[in-house]
């Protein structure tokens, strides 16, 4: 499936039909996953959200609106302001309710989006769904992941090397200190052990 037909299909599974102001939005939204001081945060980073979403898919309790806190969960992204998720969170919700979108679906969306921050434990099974897709690179395949750090460093590049190995070890070091990464029991299965071991060499390089 293109990436626009798995847009209007989102939408076409939450009751609301195409619109040239649907389109609208996705080809603004797919101008802001492609600026170009995004490495890693891309449309490539959507399209695995996608892939890693569809194994997950039958746990979520409303999938459609888990999919399309999907699409936004990165929409602005500037690495130097903290709210990045608030404002994705905030455009999603007024979109969807632009859409026609019932006012209380689109308020699940933007708390969906909100637990992307990884500052909580999410909670209920479809924030599970949905932080367990955006993690899903922890336990990608190591050349993966390490590609995935260096992009991680390129969006970082105006930072000195100094302060980014210590703040970047800092993240991964919280995140390896968890009980557990992964909350859904497949992806638990599937992603701990090798998000911990590519956890654990990246701390390992960046104290070098």
């Known amino acids: 499936m293109t990436t626009t037909g798995r847009w209007l299909e989102t939408w076409r599974a939450l009751g609301v039909a195409d619109t040239p102001e649907l389109r609208l939005v996705y080809e603004e939204l797919i101008a802001r996953y492609s600026e170009a001081h995004r490495f ?6 959507l399209n695995e959200c996608f892939a890693q979403f569809r194994d997950l898919r039958p746990s979520a309790e409303r999938a459609g609106e888990v999919e399309l806190a999907l699409w936004f969960h990165d929409a602005i992204y500037d690495v130097r302001r903290s709210d990045n998720e608030a404002r994705s969170a905030e455009w999603a919700r007024s979109s ?6 019932g006012r209380e679906a689109a308020d699940r969306v933007r ?5 992307t921050r990884h500052a909580a434990e999410p909670a209920g099974i479809d924030a599970q769904v949905l932080v367990d ?8 395949a190591p050349a993966r ?3 995935y750090e260096r992009q991680i460093r390129q969006e970082y590049g105006w930072v000195s ?7 970047r070890r800092a993240i991964l070091e ?9 909350s859904t029991a497949l992806f638990y299965l599937r992603y701990e052990d090798a ?3 590519n956890l654990s060499r990246s701390i390992a390089r960046l104290r070098t």
């Open 145 to 147: 992941f390490d590609e």
């Open 133 to 140: 897709t955006d993690l899903s690179i922890l336990g990608a």
């Open 161 to 167: 090397e100094f302060v980014f190995r210590r703040k």
């Open 174 to 182: 919280e995140m390896l200190a968890r009980p557990r990464i992964f």
């Open 40 to 45: 890693y945060h891309t449309v490539r980073h």
């Open 96 to 101: 969807a309710l632009a859409a026609g979108l």
């Open 195 to 197: 998000a911990r071991s």
């Open 111 to 115: 708390s969906l989006i909100m637990f």
